[in-house]
């Protein structure tokens, strides 16, 4: 049986200031998404993004991953007692962040951005959907380092007690989502996204693996005690996970289908891009 370490939440003390652990790996998930995001137009030149588009568009993600975050744990998961106390909706400094909030959060500032400039939304959402599991992952690290939700009782020999919550050994399930979640699916989505791919097969195969590996993971996931399992034994997490499964689904056979009927591929190489550019006017 492994005990939490249980470590300090603040990880740096400034004068009066106080810098979190949590609020570390959130900047961490953000520098790493927008290294990735270097990375990948320096080595796949037919995205047709450039550095200045990126740290645009990061604006517009940090924007929606904060806002779509906390209103999504808003609604999502304690409605009413935010309907009695809306002033506690923008400490966030108390915790509560969805992913399925941000997530959306992302979706809409990836589809105004898409208006700004000019560009297809699925475009958008392919190019940022790689780069999303180095947040999951930063993320997932930030719940185990304070030792918040832990996972549900078990007799495995990898079991951990959490002195905070009880003195039970549980599934760190925060390491399994940070593994599943973040490691495992930046791996599959970036090697996926090595190749021009057809618009909207990047954005469903991360549809696809994020809810089912969230859907699965939530099976040692101890439910929210102000919530605990709903109809067919099942979380909210995982309730709000198969939406998004049925999501991907749907686009993987909609994009292909619409290459079937088009003849379209997705994105266009740089290459005749230029070539139309400089041509006869």
């Not at 037919?46 to 929606?64: A, K, P, R, S």
């Not at 549809?207 to 067919?232: C, I, K, N």
Request: glycine share 12%.
């Amino acid at each position: 049986m492994l005990v939490h370490p249980d470590f300090d939440p603040v990880a740096l003390h400034l004068g009066p200031l106080s810098v979190r652990w949590y609020g570390l790996m959130y900047l961490a998930g953000f520098m790493a998404g927008a290294w990735g995001a270097r990375w990948r137009i320096r080595t796949q030149p037919w995205l047709n993004w450039t550095v200045e588009q990126i740290d645009d568009f990061v604006t517009y993600v940090v924007v929606g991953v904060i806002v779509g975050g906390r209103l999504g744990y808003v609604l999502f998961y304690k409605p009413y007692f935010y309907m009695t106390h809306p002033q506690d909706i923008i400490a966030v400094w108390q915790g509560g962040m969805s992913f399925h909030g941000g997530f959306l959060g992302v979706i809409i500032a990836g589809w105004i951005y898409a208006r700004r400039h000019r560009r297809r939304w699925l475009e958008v959402t392919d190019f940022v959907a790689p780069l999303v599991p180095f947040g999951l992952g930063f993320g997932r690290l930030g719940n185990f380092i304070n030792g918040e939700l832990p996972g549900r009782v078990t007799s495995v020999s990898w079991g951990m007690v959490f002195p905070h919550y009880d003195a039970l050994p549980r599934h760190p399930s925060q390491l399994y989502e940070a593994f599943l979640e973040g490691v495992l699916l930046s791996v599959i989505l970036l090697l996926y996204s090595r190749r021009p791919r057809t618009v909207g097969q990047i954005s469903a195969l991360f549809l696809m693996g994020y809810g089912s590996a969230r859907f699965l993971v939530e099976f040692t996931r101890e439910p929210d005690d102000f919530l605990g399992l709903l109809s067919m034994g099942l979380s909210m997490g995982q309730w709000l996970s198969l939406p998004m499964i049925l999501a991907g689904l749907f686009l993987w056979f909609w994009s292909k289908k619409m290459v079937i009927m088009t003849g379209e591929t997705f994105p266009t190489p740089v290459v005749a891009v230029e070539t139309q550019k400089n041509g006869p006017e």
